[in-house]
């Protein structure tokens, strides 16, 4: 008797909840979802709130709202951010960290000197390029700072429009920020759907190299006829108006240094953790999982060795051999770290708002919308980003919210399709940026856009970045 107790409740553990029926519980927890994310987009947009008290305040009114004993509640949203941010948290300061090491050593310069050469026609593939290196280990907003006097010095080498070269650079810069580790939002939707980083990685180049294409030069080429302005001198202004003696816009090379470092060094060093991470996804696919030598390709292909072995790289190769002393160095590696707490502290917040939607039946509400209406998961991963993107501004807040929403989905996909919802999640968080969007103000004042002109060129390219991301998705998804 009491062996068929014990294998009932077994049997009871292994039934999945989303194929049980619907109940008044999972309409609940549907409204308290769409209420407690409407709190957070209020306290965003119109209270002002920063992110991460929105999001706490959104989370904590989730647990006590669905039904999560008032003991629990705090316990939970504090298990959601530790779970991301003890991931998550190391790989954003490592990446500050090397981001910082590269701009102050004069590593963009170098890239941006080299790849300016030859002929005018290939600028703007050049610029989605250079854009594509130097967002590597920065996020969108100093990625754009940095690039932003290269785009109008290339302007002025041409005597063309700004935005024939400007939407290649920003297409680069927002792909690598919406689908590549180790941007923020990727690396949290990795850490919440626990996909495999490696795999990520590579499928994610595959998605933003279409996207890079189709919204950088391609759409340049319409976004300057549409607005055919030429390098604006309030964007010269705003990047520091610093102009050298020969009257070219004032590079970004920290004066303590001696030296630049040359463009091959500067090249091995940014693309030494891709590398690693890359090598770790091959070895994960082609290798047997009894090879003696995984353990060690798992290890130096982890994010947090990757990184780590970059940032000491780049302490030689953008520290030392540019001049920098041990002490100077010190203080670059402190200076990194204080523009990222809040990014930090945000996904940390988006981490709490997922365990709430978890433990509160949120995202087993949906897997039963989802099962039930056949919706791919991928699309829907997608839509629901899209939905919190248009709504709060912020890709970040979109992909972590987004992928706990969808994560009790993701339970029986293969490593291939976890990666591929990370980046349908990616693709949906980049759609359509407007006013709500602090990277809108910033472009706008750049580059001496009216509201309208931006809507026409930026918030387009974005749109474009979207739904080619989501469309190369859906092809790999059924290839693989």
């Known amino acids: 008797m009491q ?21 008044a519980h999972d309409t609940q927890v549907l409204v308290v979802a769409a209420i407690g994310i409407a709190i957070v987009v209020l306290l965003i947009v119109v209270a002002k709130f920063h992110a991460f008290l929105a999001l706490t305040i959104g989370a904590l009114f989730v647990g006590i709202a669905s039904g999560i004993a008032l003991d629990k509640i705090t316990l939970s949203f504090e298990t959601g951010v530790g779970g991301v941010l003890g991931y998550v948290g190391v790989l954003i300061a490592l990446g500050a960290m090397l981001g910082k090491l590269l701009a102050d050593s004069g590593g963009a310069d170098r890239v941006v000197d080299t790849l300016l050469r030859g002929k005018p026609a290939t600028l703007p593939w050049k610029m989605a390029l250079i854009a594509s290196i130097i967002g590597i280990p920065m996020f969108f907003e100093i990625g754009l700072v940095l690039l932003i006097p290269i785009v109008m010095l290339a302007v002025h080498r041409v005597k063309g429009p700004a935005m024939r070269l400007g939407i290649p650079a920003l297409a680069g810069l927002s792909v690598l920020h919406g689908f590549i580790p180790p941007h923020p939002g990727p690396l ?17 180049l595959l998605v933003a190299i279409p996207a890079v294409i189709v919204a950088g030069p391609l759409f340049g080429r319409l976004a300057a006829r549409w607005v055919p302005i030429g390098a604006a001198g309030a964007a010269l202004a705003v990047t520091g108006g610093s102009r050298s003696a020969d009257g070219k816009p004032g590079r970004a090379q920290d004066s303590d240094a001696t030296r630049t470092p040359s463009f091959a060094l500067t090249l091995v060093t940014l693309l030494s953790p891709l590398v690693l991470m890359l090598v770790k996804a091959a070895a994960d696919i082609w290798l047997p999982a009894g090879s003696g030598i995984r353990p060690f390709l798992d290890f130096v292909g982890d994010p947090v060795f990757a990184l780590l072995f970059a940032v000491l790289l780049a302490m030689v190769t953008f520290g030392t051999s540019v001049g920098f002393s041990a002490p100077t160095l010190s203080t670059k590696i402190g200076q990194s770290l204080l523009p990222i707490v809040g990014v930090i502290f945000i996904v940390g917040a988006g981490g709490g708002f997922k365990q709430m939607l978890v433990d509160g039946g949120t995202g087993t509400a949906i897997a039963k919308i989802a099962i039930a209406t056949s919706v791919s998961v991928l699309v829907l991963g997608w839509i629901v980003a899209a939905l919190i993107r248009l709504a709060t501004g912020s890709a970040t807040v979109a992909t972590v919210t987004a992928a706990g929403i969808v994560a009790p989905l993701a339970a029986g996909l293969s490593p291939a399709h976890l990666a591929l919802l990370v980046l349908a999640i990616g693709a949906g968080s980049l759609i359509f940026s407007h006013v709500n969007d602090a990277g809108f103000w910033l472009v706008k004042e750049y580059f001496g856009l009216t509201v309208g002109q931006t809507l026409k060129t930026w918030s387009v390219m974005e749109t474009i970045i979207s739904v080619v991301g989501l469309a190369v998705v859906m092809l790999l998804s059924v290839l693989l």
């Open 3 to 23: 062996s068929a107790a014990v294998a009932s409740r077994h049997l009871a553990a292994a039934v999945n909840p989303a194929d049980q029926p619907w109940t």
């Open 188 to 204: 949290a939707a990795i850490g919440i759907l626990h996909a495999n980083v490696g795999i990520t990685l590579a499928l994610g």
